[in-house]
Nanobody
Framework: QVQVVESGGGSVQAGGSLRLSCAAS????????MGWYRQAPGNQRDLVAI???????NYADSVKGRFTISRDNAKNTVYLQMASLKAEDTAVYYC??????????????WGQGTQVTVSS
């Protein structure tokens, strides 16, 4: 009953930039953390960046200084601005949203993923 939809993926050359967006909708009472994860073929799904409701952020070491996560609480939306992209950033990027619904029921929802391909 919580929908998470990503957008903004695509193909770019190394050194380029992309911006991903993720919007959560449905029966949401409050959102705690919103994060981006990625999974390359044959690899596990790893955290890229996460942001709390208070604005605290955490990044994977591999993207620090290149990626920036931000959120618009009024729109239940999180963004991932990616710069200086490398071939190794190629993966399917997934958005994760954690929060609570009516009556305090917790939810942990994933989007369907968006492909990011960086060519060298």
């Amino acid at each position: 009953q919580v929908q998470v939809v990503e957008s903004g993926g695509g193909s770019v050359q190394a050194g380029g930039s992309l911006r991903l967006s993720c919007a959560a909708s449905g029966s949401i009472r409050s959102i705690n953390a919103m994060g981006w994860y990625r999974q390359a073929p044959g690899n596990q799904r790893d955290l890229v960046a996460i942001i709390t409701s208070g604005g605290s952020t955490n990044y994977a070491d591999s993207v620090k200084g290149r990626f920036t996560i931000s959120r618009d609480n009024a729109k239940n939306t999180v963004y991932l601005q990616m710069a200086s992209l490398k071939a190794e950033d190629t993966a399917v990027y997934y958005c994760n949203v954690q929060g609570s619904r009516r009556f305090g029921i917790q939810f942990d929802s994933w989007g369907q993923g968006t492909q990011v391909t960086v060519s060298s």
